[in-house]
């Protein structure tokens, strides 16, 4: 079992920067791939980005290439997610996940994950 729990969520001005974070706790030695995903009201949980938890590899969904930066600390079991220049539709409860079966491959489908943290809501105002 691997336990997630997120922090770092606000309301913030478009323009503004705000950091996630998520802690991993458990059989933490499991995991491959960390992920950051949201879904905002009415919509489908949808990628952000993710991190290969050993080599560090990183993926960006489109939307928020060149915003967003997805960094980790394996000492800490730690997982970051940093937000510059946020819009009004990055307005969403952001979750992070765990994948410890699919590989690096599988990381932008939510199906590939295993465990997921209870999510944190970011609000950007316009």
């Known amino acids: 079992q691997v336990q997630l729990v997120e922090s770092g969520g606000g309301l913030v001005q478009a323009g503004n920067s705000l950091r996630l974070s998520c802690v991993a706790s458990g059989r933490t030695f499991s995991i491959l791939v960390m992920g950051w995903f949201r879904q905002a009201p009415g919509q489908e949980r949808e990628f952000v980005t993710a991190?290969?938890?050993?080599?560090?590899?990183?993926s960006y969904a489109d939307s928020v290439k060149g915003r967003f930066t997805i960094s980790r600390d394996n000492a800490k079991n730690t997982v970051y997610l940093q937000m510059n220049s946020l819009k009004p539709e990055d307005t969403a409860v952001y979750y992070c996940?765990?994948?410890?079966?699919?590989?690096?491959?599988?990381?932008?489908?939510?199906?590939?994950?295993?465990?997921w943290g209870q999510g944190t809501q970011v609000t950007v105002s316009s």
């Open positions: 996940a765990a994948d410890i079966r699919s590989g690096y491959s599988g990381r932008r489908y939510p199906i590939s994950y295993d465990y």
């Open positions: 991190i290969n938890w050993s080599g560090g590899s990183t």
